[in-house]
Structures are given as C-alpha cells and as structure tokens.
C-alpha cells in the first residue's frame, strides 16, 4: 500500500434515538463531507469516533460500512484497541479483511504490561494481521507512554510503521522524528509546528468541522508556503 501522510480525521460516529443506535446513513453522509474535502485519511472508531462507548458489533459494522463506502477515495486507519492482545488480534483481521489500509493500536491498558508486554503484544498483533500498525500514544488514557526510546524498540517489529502521539509534547515529535519515526501528530493545537517539525501527518479531530482549512493547512506547509499556511492557522485559532 502507498503511504499514510497527510490530514487524517477521526471521523466523527453520528447516533440516532439519544444515542442508541449508530446512524448509518449519516456515517456515510459525514464520509462523502470529508473526501469531497480532499482529505488524505480517514479513521474509524478513533476517540472522536467514541469508540470507548461503542459495543464491538457497532465498531465492527462501523468498518464495514466505512470501508464499503469509502470504495478506495480515501485512506481508511481503523482503530481496533482491545486490552487483550488475542481480542485486538481479531479485530484487526476483521478489518484487514474488510479492507482497511492500516490498523491502529494502544498498548494494552488498564493494568498493562511493562515494556517487554508492550513488545509482546505489537509483536503478536503484527505476525497474526500483516496489516501495517500506527502505535498509538495518549498515555494520560492508556496509563503507558510509548517513548522515542520505547518507540526506536518497536520499529523493529515488521509492521509497525507509524505513531500517533496525542502526549501534547512538540519536543516528544521532534525527537520521534529524529530517530526517523513517521509521526503523526494527535493534538490539534500542535499541526502546525508538527508539520515543521517533519512530521508525516496529523490527526485532526476538529477537521470534522472544518475539512477545507485542515487540508489547505497541510498543503501549504508541503509547499513551504508557511506565511499563507500561518494565515490559515491563525483563521482557525
């Protein structure tokens, strides 16, 4: 597959009956907004996707319809962090089969591993699904930090190729991308400096909102256009 790198949304899961249900139907609704807007990624089931309030069924409905419906316009990440290593490994089969480009992946949380349980478990996710893994590091949520010296470990696993770091740390991305980590930046506050910095691409949650400004940002940074791309951002701000 090509290389992720660009404006990454994590899209948005849109409810029905209070809440209830998942509405299908404006999924595919707030798909169409997002690549008639020339974005670069989409993600499913991200935190902005609620995935920690979804049921497994309503995650995995959730890639099928995305992937089915995004029919190749697009990137499509899906996000299949479980706590056990074995539940993780089955969703992400389940998405590859589907047709998603790229899993990503938390360390196991809530009364995780150490570091070489950390190893064990990208190891085990990347022999058993073969699709390419985004590590992805909130440790103010997973309660582990993937740090560069962790993250320098890890990118010996065949499969992981990328890292969404959300810690909200710019000397963290700089010294990602020092060691030669595609990065991907989690805090929307940082996209700018991030895309200075080297970084691959962003994860832009409020992209959501504004699609057309997320990808002109980026595509000026691209072009070195930093004064045009310094009036996008103070717009956006």
């Known amino acids: ?37 020339n974005v670069h990624i989409i993600c499913i089931n991200g935190g902005t996707g609620e995935f920690p309030f979804l049921s497994e069924d309503e995650k995995r409905r959730n890639i099928e319809i995305a992937t089915k419906h995004i029919a ?16 993780t490994i089955e969703a992400g089969k389940h998405a590859k089969d589907n047709g998603a480009d790229a899993i990503m992946v938390l360390p196991p949380y809530f009364e995780g591993p150490d570091v070489e349980g950390v190893m064990w478990h990208y190891d085990n996710i990347s022999c058993d699904v073969g699709l390419p893994i985004m590590a992805y590091n909130i440790p103010q949520c997973s309660d582990f930090d993937i740090t560069p010296d962790v993250y320098q470990r890890l990118m010996q696993i065949e499969n992981v190729r990328y890292i969404k770091d959300s810690t909200g740390n710019m000397k963290r991305i700089e010294d990602l991308v020092a060691q030669g980590a595609k990065v991907f930046c ?40 930093l004064n045009e791309a310094l009036e996008i951002l103070h717009r956006i701000q």
Request: proline residues 3%; charged residues 15%.
């Open 1 to 37: 597959m090509s290389e992720l790198k660009g404006v990454c949304v994590p899209i948005c899961t849109p409810f029905t009956d209070g809440g209830a249900t998942v509405d299908e139907t404006g999924l595919c609704d707030h798909i169409d907004s997002m690549i008639e807007e």
């Open 72 to 87: 190749g316009r697009c990137q499509l990440i899906a996000h299949v962090s479980c706590i056990r290593t074995q539940d």
């Open 186 to 225: 989690g805090c929307d506050f940082l996209m700018f400096y991030a895309l200075m910095a080297g970084a691959s691409g962003c994860f832009w949650g409020g992209a959501n909102a504004i699609p057309t400004q997320a990808v002109l940002l980026y595509t000026l940074c691209s072009d070195g256009k």
